[in-house]
Each structure stands twice: as C-alpha cells, then as structure tokens.
C-alpha cells in the first residue's frame, strides 16, 4: 500500500483516489434513486461528482494531518528532547532532567494515539530508572575505589545504600580472625543482638542472600525504638566465593525490584574494594607493629614521637618519654636461648601496655629496649609512671628448663620543657644517659634526667 516514502503523502494520493472512485460512482447511485439518467449523465454532473470526490479525499487528508500530525508532532519532539537531555547528561553527569516530569507527553485521547503516548511515558520512566541507577552505580563505584579503611569504606557505603535503596536501618560487618566484626551502623541501638538473629545465622553458613519479610506486630529489638522495619534483607559480601562480610538493611515497607536491583549491583562491587581495604589495613598494621612483641616498631614509633613533641612544643604544654630495657638481657639469651629471650620480650611488653596510659605510646626502640612516649607528663609524672612499670615487670618470671628466671627492667626519662631540648634526638640522649646511670648504679631502678644530666629524682 506505500507509494512513497511519507506516510501522509500515501495518505493524500489513497484519500484523493477513493474521493474519485466515490465521485466515478455517485451519479449512477442518484439514478438509482430516481434521478434522471440525461441529468445525472451530464458531462458537467459527472465532473462535479469527480471534484467533489477529490475535495473530500483533499479534506480528508488536511483533517487527518490537522489531527493526527499534530499528536505525532509532540510524540517526536519529546523524543528529540528526551535525546537531547540524554546527551547533555552523558558529558554532564547530571541525570535531573532525565526524568519523567521533564519527558513526559500528556495522554488525552483513548485510541492508538493515547497507547503510543502511554506506552512512550512508560519507555521515558524506564529509562529515567535506569539512568538513574546507573548513576547511583558510578556513585558507588567511585566511593569504593576511593576509599582504602575499612571504616570511611563501610561507612560511605552504608550512607549510599540507604539513599539510593530507602533503607531505614543498616549494618556493615565484615570477617577478622574468623569473627565478625561491626564495621558501620545506621538506625541500630543494639548491633551486638544482630548475629544472633536466627536469618542472620542462615545467611553466616549458607552464605545465600535472605530477604525476611516481617510483621508489625513482632518488635525487633536491635534497631531503634522510632522505626519498625517491615522487611530485612540481608546479604552476604564476598571476593573469590569466600564470605569475607555481610550487609543487613531494614525498610518501613518492602524493597521494591529497582531497590533490589541496586543493592545487587552495589554488593558485587563492594566485595572487591572491602577486600582491598582489609589487606590495606593488615598491610599497614604489618608497617607500624613489631611482629614479635606486638607493639610499634621503630619506624612508626619515631614518627609518633615527633608528632607528639612537635604538638607539646607548639601548645608549651609538658611532655615526657621513657626508655627502658632489660636487665642482663644478653645472660638470658646467652643461658637459655633465644626463644626464652623472645619470651622475656613479648612479658615486658605486655605488661608495660597494661602499666601505661591509653594515651602512652610504646614501641621498640631496638634489640631488648623500648620506649614510651608520655603526652603531657611532668618530670614527677615520669618518676611515678617509671616506677610503676618497674614494680610490674619486676615480679615478671619466665620459666625455662625447669628453672625461674626473673626479670627486671632499667628505666631513664627525660621531661620537656623541664629539659630545654631543641629536638627529638636530644631529649632522646637525655633519656637514654639517664638509663645508664640507672644501669651502673645497680639495675631495676628508675633515673630520670634533670637540667643537669645524670641527678635522680
């Protein structure tokens, strides 16, 4: 039925053809109603059936592309559009005119017109979701590879999947030593209660995602008093099919399929990056920790000592450090080896973590001796502090081919702004003559270093 490559055109030249063909026949039908052949006959009859046919067929087509060009018109205009705010999107980034307030055409007639309208609207709000999930999953995406601690990690994470999934409550943990450890929470008042949770469990050894629709009637106890959940869904994280955490969020109402869609899509991203983040972080912990005492190491501890001298010096506030070491520590290596003097170093150092302040740094300054950085500790804040780490590692004993082998310590300290240092190295020094008068003068004492190097508090 084409004759050209327009469908009005087609329309035109079939719409003119049928006003001729009814404009060929009319004048017979007349007759047959009682018009006179001779009349009806006419040439002059005849030609104005012919026009007439043809004019009919003309408004025909004038009507139809009055009307239904028109609606056709605003179809193709809003898809230009909806191609332009794609495009300008694509460069841009921003996805708020990709949306069906923005597209959308009205549908005001119930006929093929009025469907291709609905079923256009449709195509502009699957489209807008889908653009609007993409979005969301280079948000995502951008976040992981941004972030290398498992805290910030989880935390963004958390915070991008309750806006983009309408969560209400949530939680992040992830696997350290064989346990489960809580790494982010949001709208929960207990997340100790959360493993324990029965769905929970199933997820923990089957290692397949659950979704728990819940009553309204039932409490649950581990999220907050003001939000009742009414579906849980929770998930678990891998990389290389080992279950290395798991996601738990909770919704007012229920995950529809775009949310369920984008939380899948969130999670096989979110196993790669928390794995890079927990090899982030045994990586540094392996940079900063002495591996056999389990305290920092040198490197780490200088670095820490700088920074807490350079905050005194700018606050005038006082500061002090202590070192320390074990007494005749090379007679035990030399007399029961070096695995009881590992022993005799992992007891000391224990102890004096016990024994110091949480706010105290302690780390290996090397062989058998350690320091502790004391923030804001007077000379007598020194004196007290050493002497209560003597009494503690001096009840210390280390057995070793069933003989007792006691343990000792000397300690020498040093006080800013009590000593007028310049530097780390020189209240370093001070210390450390301070040490070895404690040494020569008879082991397990204390000795700290005065304006004039060497007196004893």
Not at 34 to 40: E, K, Q, R, S
Not at 108 to 124: H, K, Q, T
């Amino acid at each position: 039925m084409r004759i050209t490559q327009k469908v009005f055109y087609d329309l035109a030249i079939w719409m003119v053809i049928f006003g001729l063909c009814i404009g060929t026949v009319f004048p017979f039908f007349v007759i047959l109603l009682g018009v006179p052949a001779d009349i009806a006959l006419k040439p002059f009859f005849f030609t104005a059936c012919l026009g007439a046919g043809a004019l009919a067929g003309i408004l025909n087509y004038s009507l139809a592309r009055s009307i239904v060009g028109n609606r056709l018109k605003v179809l193709a205009s809003s898809m230009s559009q909806v191609e332009q705010n794609i495009n300008e999107m694509t460069f841009s980034g921003d996805t708020s005119k990709c949306t069906p307030e923005h597209c959308a055409i009205p549908v005001d007639s119930r006929d093929e017109i009025g469907e291709s309208a609905v079923a256009f609207n449709r195509l502009v709000e699957s489209l807008s979701v889908s653009i609007q999930t993409q979005a969301a999953v280079r948000s995502f995406s951008r976040m992981l590879t941004s972030q290398l601690e498992v805290e910030s990690l989880t935390e963004k994470a958390l915070e991008l999947f309750f806006e983009h999934t309408g969560a209400g409550a949530g939680l992040i943990f992830y696997q350290s030593d064989g346990l489960m450890k809580l790494a982010a929470s949001r709208g929960v008042k207990n997340p100790d209660l959360v493993l324990a949770v029965p769905y929970v469990q199933d997820v923990l050894r089957t290692g397949q995602k659950q979704i728990v629709p819940l009553s309204r009637t039932v409490s649950v106890e581990w999220v907050e008093p003001d939000f009742q959940p009414g579906e849980v869904i929770v998930l678990p994280v891998t990389n290389k099919d080992v279950l290395i955490g798991m996601v738990i969020l909770a919704t007012g109402q229920k995950f529809d399929a775009i949310q369920l869609g984008r939380i899948d899509l969130f999670i096989q991203g979110l196993g790669l990056a928390l794995n890079n983040a927990m090899t982030h972080d045994r990586l540094q912990h392996l940079a900063t920790v002495d591996p056999l005492t389990g305290i920092f190491n040198r490197r780490f501890g200088m670095r820490r000592l700088q920074e807490e001298f350079r905050k005194a010096v700018r606050s005038k506030a006082s500061f002090g450090i202590l070192i320390f070491d074990i007494d005749h520590f090379k007679v035990v290596n030399d007399t029961y080896g070096h695995l009881v003097g590992d022993r005799a170093l992992k007891s000391v150092c224990a102890i004096a973590k016990d024994a110091l302040r949480d706010s105290d740094i302690l780390f290996r300054y090397g062989g058998e001796e350690f320091v502790a950085v004391l923030p804001a500790s007077t000379e007598q804040d020194l004196w007290l502090s050493g002497e209560r780490l003597r009494k503690a590692i001096e009840g210390t004993t280390i057995s070793a081919d069933d003989k007792i082998v006691c343990i000792t310590v000397c300690i020498g300290g040093a006080a800013f702004p009590a000593q007028p240092v310049e530097n780390v190295d020189h209240l370093i020094q001070l210390a450390d003559e301070a040490l070895y008068l404690a040494k020569n003068s008879g082991r397990n004492k204390v000795q700290i270093a005065r304006k004039t190097a060497g007196a004893a508090l």
